[in-house]
């Protein structure tokens, strides 16, 4: 079992659309990272967040530490939000990187 | 603006061959990584380096990959033999900050295909 859960696997969404993925993780961390990787391959680090929210343009992302779980929002969606979205957790033991297996989103015009 | 700098973006190459990887993180990032993605999956981490020195490589096959930063600065990933399940892409990134804190800065990745 992933240590990193996200979901939904895939998504597709009409323009304009509030979007959710969620992403939930087994055990204590000292942060979380909502990545975005477009088609050819590259990925960007969106947020790095330990508690409450963080807001850049239309991109929202919580994190509940006794929940264990974020949520990343895309608020008024656009075609050009189509890409994977990728959550990895920073665990507490060992101090590296988990990733989450990412949840292809795609927006319609 | 800076970028990781990988090199080549593709490589195909058959069985048994052996294959490398280059990346030049941004000046001035000791950590370094290299990770692999199988289509479909999040990144795993294969080797970390904080400035010449192996931090983890505990998920790296160390019977046929090896990872090298000699001057702290560019690293390059080596496998040898090439299998058919090493198909993947091979991503690097580096980091300002160690252990995770800080954001990490991805390169395009090499996309490598074993036939």
């Known amino acids: 079992k992933n240590e990193v859960e996200q979901s939904p696997q895939n998504l597709t969404a009409q323009e304009g659309e509030f979007i959710t993925i969620n992403c939930s993780y087994s055990?204590?961390?000292?942060?979380l990272h909502w990545l975005q990787q477009h088609p050819g391959g590259g990925i960007v680090s969106l947020f790095m967040?330990?508690?409450g929210k963080k807001k850049h343009g239309r991109l929202i992302a919580t994190i509940n530490i006794q929940e264990k779980h974020s949520s990343l929002h895309i608020t008024a969606s656009h075609p050009r939000d189509s890409a994977v979205y990728i959550c990895?957790?920073?665990?507490?033991?060992?101090?590296?990187?988990?990733f989450g297996q990412g949840t292809e989103l795609s927006v319609k015009p | 603006e800076a970028e990781v700098a990988q090199s080549p973006r593709y490589k195909i190459t058959e069985k048994s061959q052996a294959v490398a990887f280059w990346c030049d993180p941004i000046?001035?990032?000791?950590?370094l990584y290299w990770y692999r993605q199988i289509l479909g999956q999040g990144p795993e981490l294969l080797v970390q380096?904080?400035?010449?020195?192996?931090?983890?490589d505990s998920q790296l096959p160390k019977d046929r990959f090896s990872a090298e930063r000699l001057k702290g600065v560019d690293s390059t990933l080596k496998i040898q033999p090439a299998e058919l399940g090493d198909s993947a892409m091979y991503l690097c990134?580096?980091?300002?900050?160690?252990?995770?804190?800080?954001?990490?800065?991805f390169g395009p990745g090499t996309r490598l295909l074993v036939l």
């Open positions: 000046s001035g990032h000791a950590t």
């Open positions: 990895a957790a920073l665990y507490n033991q060992g101090g590296k990187l988990i």
């Open positions: 967040l330990s508690s």
């Open positions: 990134a580096s980091s300002l900050v160690a252990q995770g804190f800080g954001t990490q800065y």
């Open positions: 380096f904080q400035d010449e020195s192996v931090v983890d």
């Open positions: 055990v204590g961390i000292s942060a």
